[in-house]
């Protein structure tokens, strides 16, 4: 077809990037009612919704509000403004919330209860758990609450983001003969939401009462004299994205820090209470946190369930324990670098453990021969062993340097903690470069191996994270690859020093080659359509969003190339339309795992390119981090990508859901046998 009759900017081939979220969160919660799971995870993906949909308003809705308050308001390729993206994110928000509530209250509990797993109402309390909870009212929780009375002296408190409260309505006079109204009872962080109670207490059965119950309960006796009349929980969500001008700070590090505390006082985004809140004091919240009536969440039940987290011995109600393999070749390896130089070594995790990444820096960090380490860490904890690994090789005098990307969202704290950890140790930390997230997975090693220096690399599409490698579906490939481990070492050089784009000879990277030489794959197998030859594109990654990327899948569309994309959150570009995107095909599947593998394949004749890649088809990928995109050219492993990585997700009958042109998602149904990827590749390639 020829691609100047149609406008590739046309708002009716794009779905708004905000609403494709909240289509992703519901999925989410559509597996808290899925019996496929066990009823321990059903709950959890339950409390995963809600955490997915505090950061939701908290970066999300926060923005939309400030371009709105800055008129900075403009369309997005869907060409919906952020004020009607607003009204419809209230509307799904809003049934979306019901929906949580209607769940939690008529099947995850009564199911809970069945196993004799328990959240008890204050009515439902025996007369000794009447006296043991409150025991522990007064001796865990009064010392440590503040109540607050409303009046001029007391204005409104500040409240910290997503925090506990209550609102109590008081009659009578205090000690100092003042009649307040009202009070404010924030509940300290510092206590655990969910109380267990005593074995002894409950016959052998999970019995909790949450901490809002309590608190309720015993409310009247912070207010000794007067009478609490009505206690009602609240919660405010605010703006939690970082205002930080890199070319206006000398110290990041620094600058983070006091910028980390500002995030838990910005504006207010969303109010939740609970549904028995009166109506006279839900419109005095509002006013008092600038809210309209839009903002408001009334909820039948607590009004924090992002902390209801249960972690109790109950197997029987969870997925069974797996244990992630090993590859033969690693398994009687005794020292990792002949085994590399042999063949290159790809792993899938969380199927195949993550511990050979470990097990590659235990040994570099302890090996003679080792010169030098470099790194690149976004989201890695000072306590994980990825970071002892290092710190052990800078004091055993290697020549370690870690590249710590301390803007990794909500992970700022505890990455200015890894720097602090490695910097003690004695290793050299960068922070990348300023304007660009530095979101590469990256380890270099250089070795000394019979008088010349032999370079070792590994490349990932997850984080060094070994608790995270467990949850995320994720490639590492380890490598003596000589071109592989050259364009790794030219990369580390532009982080850390100064000088000309490298030159590279098999890696693509952001900002400078990888967008357009994913736009010049897709070009030729558009070539290969016009020219009659089967031409095929597949993408697994977690966002669509780029537009010169979605243009260049219209066109390929248009000219005849099947396009498979398994996208697992935000797809902007709308599938199926006849004559546009007919040709293009877009499911997501959502299971025990959080899928994060990217992988870009290309037909190419029959002679596939396939890439792993850190980078996610977005903007800010593509053109504001530093990104990698690497080769799998050893055909047996490009056969283990096609085969693992990509058609099993593609067959995929029972999580996977598919986009409709609607912009609707349905559920895949299975007709003849179940065909669950996770699932398939749990057998395929766990022990």
């Known amino acids: 077809m020829d691609d100047t009759h149609i406008d590739l900017n046309n708002p009716a081939f794009y779905l708004n990037r905000e609403l494709s979220i909240l289509e992703f969160n519901r999925r989410v919660l559509a597996q808290a009612r899925d019996s496929i799971h066990p009823l321990m995870d059903r709950f959890n993906f339950l409390i ?76 439902e309390l025996s007369e000794a758990q009447t006296n043991w909870v ?32 209550f609102i109590v309505s008081l009659e009578g006079k205090d000690a100092f003969g003042r009649q307040i109204e009202l009070a404010v009872v924030p509940a300290p962080r510092s206590l655990p939401r969910v109380v267990r109670l005593p074995d002894e207490l409950t016959e052998g ?34 703006n939690a994205d970082l205002a930080l001008d890199e070319d206006e700070v000398e110290d990041l590090a620094s600058a983070l820090k006091g910028e980390l505390l500002s995030r838990r006082y910005g504006n207010a985004v969303r109010l939740e209470v609970a549904d028995n809140c009166p ?5 005095y919240l509002l006013r008092k946190f600038s809210l309209d009536e839009q903002d408001l969440y009334q909820v039948n039940g607590p009004v924090n369930l992002a902390r209801l987290w249960l972690s109790m011995d109950r197997p029987r109600l969870k997925y069974a324990p797996f244990t992630p393999s090993i590859p033969e070749n690693l398994q009687k390896a005794e020292n990792y670098f002949e085994a590399l130089r042999i063949k290159d070594v790809l792993l899938m995790h969380p199927f195949q453990s993550f511990t050979p990444v470990i097990e590659l820096l235990r040994q570099a960090a302890q090996d003679p021969q080792v010169l030098a380490i470099k790194q690149t860490l976004y989201r890695t904890g000072p306590d994980s062993e990825v970071v002892q690994a290092l710190a052990e090789a800078a004091r055993n005098g290697k020549e370690v340097t870690a590249v710590i990307e301390l803007r990794a969202r909500f992970d700022e704290a505890s990455n200015i903690e890894v720097a602090n950890v490695l910097q003690e140790a004695g290793a050299i930390v960068v922070y990348g470069i300023v304007g660009y997230k530095t979101h590469a997975k990256m380890i270099l090693i250089v070795r000394r191996e019979k008088s010349r220096l032999v370079r070792y690399v ?63 794959m897709i070009e030729d197998e558009i070539t290969r359509a016009h020219q009659n030859q089967p031409a095929h594109i597949i993408f697994k990654c977690n966002a669509l969003t780029e537009r010169q990327i979605m243009h260049a899948l219209i066109r390929a569309s248009r000219a005849g190339v099947r396009v498979d994309l398994i996208v697992r959150s935000v797809c902007c570009l709308r599938p199926g339309i006849p004559g546009v995107t007919e040709n293009i095909h877009i499911r997501s599947v959502l ?35 530093v990104e990698t995109c690497f080769p799998i050219e050893d055909e047996k492993l490009q056969r283990r990508i096609i085969r693992e990585g990509l058609q099993a997700y593609l067959q995929d009958n029972r999580q996977a859901w598919s986009l409709h042109a609607d912009g609707s998602w349905a559920a895949a149904l299975a007709m003849d046998e179940v065909l669950p990827a996770q699932t398939w590749l749990l057998d395929r390639l766990s022990r």
């Open 279 to 283: 109506q006279q004091i839900r419109e």
């Open 205 to 238: 059965g999970d019995h909790h009462i949450l901490l809002s119950s309590i608190i309720h309960e015993h409310v009247s006796e912070l207010f000794p004299g007067m009478t609490a009349t009505g206690c009602y929980q609240f919660r405010v969500t605010r």
């Open 458 to 520: 590994h490349l990932g599409t997850g984080n060094y994270h070994a608790a995270n490698a467990r949850l995320y579906t994720d490639y590492s490939l380890m490598t003596a690859n000589p071109d592989l481990c050259d364009d790794v070492a030219k990369i580390f050089q532009e982080l850390t020093g100064m000088g000309r784009t490298a030159r590279l000879k098999k890696l693509f990277h952001a900002p400078f080659t990888l967008q357009n030489q994913l736009l010049s």
């Open 591 to 625: 299971g025990r795992f959080l899928e994060h593998t990217r992988i870009y394949y290309f037909a190419n004749g029959g002679n596939p390119r396939i890439y792993c890649s850190s980078a996610d088809l977005m903007d800010r990928n593509l053109i504001s981090r």
């Open 48 to 123: 995963i919704f809600s955490r997915n949909l505090d950061e939701f308003f908290e970066i999300r809705v926060a923005g939309l509000k400030q371009q709105i308050r800055l008129n900075r308001a403009s369309p997005g390729p869907d060409g919906l403004l952020p004020q009607e993206v607003l009204q419809k994110i209230g509307e799904i928000c809003h049934t979306a919330v019901d929906e949580q509530y209607r769940l939690l209250n008529d099947d995850l509990l009564p199911a809970l209860a069945a196993e004799n797993i328990r959240f008890l109402r204050r009515e």
């Open 134 to 165: 409150k025991k522990y009212f007064r001796e865990q929780v009064m010392p440590v609450l503040t109540p607050i009375g409303l009046d001029p002296a007391h204005p409104f408190p500040r409240l910290v983001n997503k925090s506990l409260n």
